[in-house]
């Protein structure tokens, strides 16, 4: 017997209906709660790949300050630099970090020629500004305050801790 042309619509669209299915409530509900697990493991991660970078800086800071402050002492010694534009009783380091970026006029130069060790005083991006801890020639080793008479070391103000277990300040 045939069917009716309705009747065969009616069977064809409820065989496709029964095909076609969608996601059930519970089935989302276990791939949020994956992307939630998920998420959370990947935020720990990225905080600390974000202090390694801080830290990669900072210490790429550092030594460009003191490798510069090397380079002032090392034209001191060679003569390079001096008479009047180095202080006594600074043996030979700077008086402050701007004098490595302004320069110091060369010796022996009628041109008045200046020599210059640092383009600028960089970033401490541990306490998101360019003043950093001094320590002259004279002060202890472990000392906090600058006496103020030359540029021996810098180091950054942070008291944070390092990934490493160090304080920042001690780099």
Not at 59 to 81: N, W
Not at 114 to 137: A, C, H, N, V
């Amino acid at each position: 017997m045939l069917c009716p042309p309705r009747a065969a619509a009616r069977s064809t669209l409820r065989a496709r209906l029964r095909t076609v299915r969608g996601y059930s409530f519970v089935e989302l509900l276990v791939v949020s709660a994956i992307l939630l697990v998920l998420a959370s493991a990947v935020l720990p991660l990225s905080k600390v790949t974000t202090q390694r970078q801080r830290e990669a800086e900072l210490r790429r800071a550092l030594r460009e300050m003191r490798t510069a402050i090397d380079r002032h002492k090392d034209s001191v010694d060679l003569g390079v630099i001096g008479g009047t534009n180095v202080e006594a009783g600074s043996e030979g380091y700077p008086p402050d970090l701007e004098t490595l970026v302004e320069g110091v006029e060369v010796l022996n130069d009628a041109s008045g020629r200046k020599l210059r060790f640092l383009r600028r005083i960089p970033f401490d991006p541990m306490t998101q500004s360019t003043e950093w801890g001094l320590r002259s020639y004279q002060d202890e080793p472990d000392s906090t305050s600058w006496g103020g008479d030359s540029v021996y070391d810098v180091y950054t103000e942070s008291n944070a801790t390092a990934l490493d277990g160090t304080t920042y300040s001690e780099w």
